[in-house]
Every structure is written in C-alpha cells, then in structure tokens.
C-alpha cells in the first residue's frame, strides 16, 4: 500500500513566524502536491512537482514556497505565516506519465496560527 | 479550463436505504473524473475513478459511480447505506488533454441516519 505521511497532525504557530510541513512518500511516486482544504472551498492546489528540485505554482501559491530536494520528500514552507493560513493542509503523491493516475494523500496537519 | 460542482452541501439517508452523491463537471477535451471520501480529521481516500470504457464504475466498499457524458455527471450511488458510510464525498476531475492537475469539488457531507 501507498503511505504518504505528514510531519505533524496539529501546529500552532504565531503570525509571522515561519512554518515547515513536511511530507514523505514511500512508493517512488515523481509527483507530490500540496493542497489546503478549508470548509465550503474543497481542496485547492498550492504547489505540485513533477521530479526532484522541480516545481510549479497551482492555484494558490501566494505567501508559499516549497521545496523537493529528494524524491521522496516535498516540503511546504509558509515563510510568515499570516491568520488567514490557517487551514487544512493535506498533500498527495502519485505515479508520472499519465493523467489519469490515482493520488494517494496523507491524514493531513491542521494549522492553527494565532 | 476545467470545473466541477457537488451541487448539494449536504445528504442525508436512512440505513438501508440509497444513496446518491452528485458531481457534475466541465472540461474541454474529455474527463478522467474521480471520487474520494475523507473521514473527520482524516486525509483522503481514493474510492473509484473514471478513465475510459464501461459507464458504470465499481469501487471500494460497496460504492459505484456512473458517468453519464450527455449530462456531464458522475454521480456516486450505493444501493444500501451504512451509518459508517457517514462522511466527506469529494468529486474530482482533470482534462485528458491539457490539464496537469486535479480540480476538486467543494464536498458533500454525507449523513447516514440509523
């Protein structure tokens, strides 16, 4: 089975301190994603990448970074974390070359920042 | 460009009974569409997808899904629920020839009555 895991379940973090999830894959899959669920939006993407040191902007990448130095291993940095990232944060991993191939996700880390 | 919408926040049913989750969706080439369910304070989990053949899709636990291209739906369906089926429902879509990413819906939060 895939196990896709996250660094911590719950964080609390002050505004403008800077915020390191992280997110290991076991399955050798070539792209990793970072989403924020937050109620009424579903999921929406942050940032996604397709292969080691490589990355590209989803749908909401403003006041976020990310880095993918080994390919199992995709991290989401919030360089000062502001109230409104306060979210849900869940990332996925999946198998390259087809569209049509499943995400498998990890259980998520819900951060608070105060 | 390519959307989906769960029209309805909200299902509730009585154990035993059918269950119907609505997706509808928009893309411009033809659709790889997916459905995933999340439990509280979990992340998500692949149930069944979509990507050629037969309409009907069967998937984990008993769900099943049936693509209908006229209506541009994929409604998830279980003939009986259970009150554990009680949980998050998120439809998914990506385009087959231009999309790199997932588009989720906004969730319907299933309520199986006992």
């Known amino acids: 089975d895939v196990k896709v895991t996250q660094s911590s379940r719950y964080l609390v973090k002050r505004t403008g301190e800077k915020v390191f999830l992280e997110c290991v894959q076991d399955?050798?899959?070539?792209?990793m994603f970072w989403y924020r669920q937050d109620p009424g939006l579903g999921l929406r993407l942050i940032y996604f990448?397709?292969?080691?040191?490589?990355?590209e902007k989803g749908d909401i990448p403003e006041g976020y970074s990310v880095s993918r130095e080994k390919k199992e291993r995709f991290s989401l940095i919030l360089e000062s974390a502001s109230t409104n990232q306060t979210s849900m944060y869940l990332c996925?991993?999946?198998?390259?070359?087809?569209?049509?191939?499943?995400?498998?996700f990890g259980p998520g880390t819900r951060l608070l920042v105060l | 460009a390519q959307s989906v919408a769960q029209p309805e926040d909200q299902v509730n049913v009585a154990e035993g009974n059918p269950l119907t989750v609505k997706c509808t969706y928009s893309?411009?080439?033809?659709?790889?569409l997916f459905w995933y369910v999340q439990y509280p304070n979990r992340g998500l989990q692949f149930l069944l997808k979509y990507i050629t053949g037969d309409n009907l899709v069967k998937g984990s636990y008993g769900f099943e899904a049936e693509f209908n291209k006229s209506q541009t739906s994929f409604h998830l369906k279980k003939p009986s629920a259970l009150v554990s089926d009680s949980a998050l429902y998120f439809c998914a879509v990506r385009d087959d020839g231009s999309a790199r990413q997932l588009t989720f819906g906004s969730g319907t939060q299933l309520t199986v009555l006992p």
């Open positions: 996925a991993s999946s198998l390259s070359g087809h569209h049509q191939e499943t995400q498998y």
């Open positions: 990448s397709y292969d080691v040191k490589m990355k």
């Open positions: 399955m050798d899959h070539e792209n």
């Open positions: 893309v411009s080439g033809n659709p790889y």
